[in-house]
Nanobody
Framework: QVQLVESGGGSVQAGGSLRLSCAAS????????MGWFRQAPGKEREGVAF???????TYADSVKGRFTISRDNARNILPLQMNSLKPDDTGMYYC???????????????????WGQGTQVTVSS
């Protein structure tokens, strides 16, 4: 059974950094497309970043150059390093994953995958 547990959220001032982590269990992360989404109050859930089986990464335009997604397949962990945080980055951050036989990976692909419970990130101005 796939299980995802996010951690590392908190409250920071604009310009600060946070490192989120997603601990995965019940599957071998190396065979999965994995990613992060976020949802601000009153807004739809949006993709932040994803990483494919081959390690290729894609970011939402709003976080390019500030966020870095990576994967540790040996420990089944998906970190998200967030730098230069802005108040618009505030929201609940979710880890998601979906098995893929190929290089298929993307935000829409992940929307029907497995989800964690989320970790709250609050950035104050």
């Amino acid at each position: 059974q796939v299980q995802l547990v996010e951690s590392g959220g908190g409250s920071v001032q604009a310009g600060g950094s946070l490192r989120l982590s997603c601990a995965a269990s019940g599957f071998s992360a190396g065979a999965y497309c994995m990613g992060w989404f976020r949802q601000a109050p009153g807004k739809e859930r949006e993709g932040v970043a994803f990483i494919g089986r081959d390690g290729s990464t894609t970011y939402a335009d709003s976080v390019k150059g500030r966020f870095t997604i990576s994967r540790d397949n040996a420990r089944n962990i998906l970190p998200l390093q967030m730098n230069s945080l802005k108040p618009d980055d505030t929201g609940m951050y979710y880890c998601t994953t979906r098995f893929t036989y190929s290089d298929t990976c993307g935000f829409e692909f992940l929307r029907i995958g497995s989800w964690g419970q989320g970790t709250q990130v609050t950035v104050s101005s």
